[in-house]
């Protein structure tokens, strides 16, 4: 009885700082996105970092005014019109000072609220002197919410695959 108190009691706590941390990097993240703003998108990572994106394209090495740049082409562009809606599935530290994020993004025209997921992003995020940064991002498109087949073929269904996603 008492150890579920305790247990009860640790898991309404607040998130611990370096937790905090984390939320924010994801939270500027998307308003960097929602603003169309390449510079406060491109914030929250280290100065030089690793970036895959959706389609396997691999940016070893990136600097964060490249990311930037890049990231402004497409909001000035293609994503003009597109938001995304973040949300942090799971964060485990690794070390005290590295941490493995995996962030659900669900992108959409304005104006729709996205109903699945559209792509998971799984971070390695490292904190030196005391400020975390994104050393390394990989975006993958999750394309089993926009085929049938691909859905069908799922080891489990995709909203328990998923759940993080729907948990409110």
């Known amino acids: 009885m008492l150890s579920t108190a305790i247990t009860a009691s640790a898991l309404a706590q607040p998130a611990n700082a ?28 280290a100065d030089v970092h690793d970036y895959i994106v959706w ?18 082409g497409l909001f000035n562009g293609v994503y003009r019109n597109y938001d995304v809606k973040f949300k942090i599935d799971k964060v485990r530290f690794l070390r005290n000072d590295l941490a493995l994020v995996h962030v659900y993004g669900g992108g959409y025209e304005k104006g729709k609220t996205p109903e699945h997921p559209t792509v998971l992003m799984t971070m390695i995020i490292e904190k030196k002197d005391g400020d975390w940064k994104v050393i ?29 996603w729907y948990k409110k």
Do not use: C
């Not at 941390?21 to 603003?35: D, L, P, R, Y």
């Not at 990989?138 to 695959?161: C, G, Q, T, W, Y």
């Open 18 to 45: 370096d937790e905090q941390a984390i939320q924010k990097i994801v939270s500027t993240m998307e308003t960097g996105w929602v603003e169309k703003k390449g510079d406060v998108f491109a914030s929250v990572f």
């Open 55 to 72: 389609n396997g394209y691999y940016f070893p090495n990136m600097n964060r005014q490249g990311n930037a740049a890049a990231h402004q």
């Open 136 to 164: 390394s991002f990989h975006n993958m498109d999750l394309e089993a919410f926009e085929n049938k087949e691909i859905a069908d073929r799922s080891p489990m269904p995709l909203n328990v695959m998923y759940a993080g």
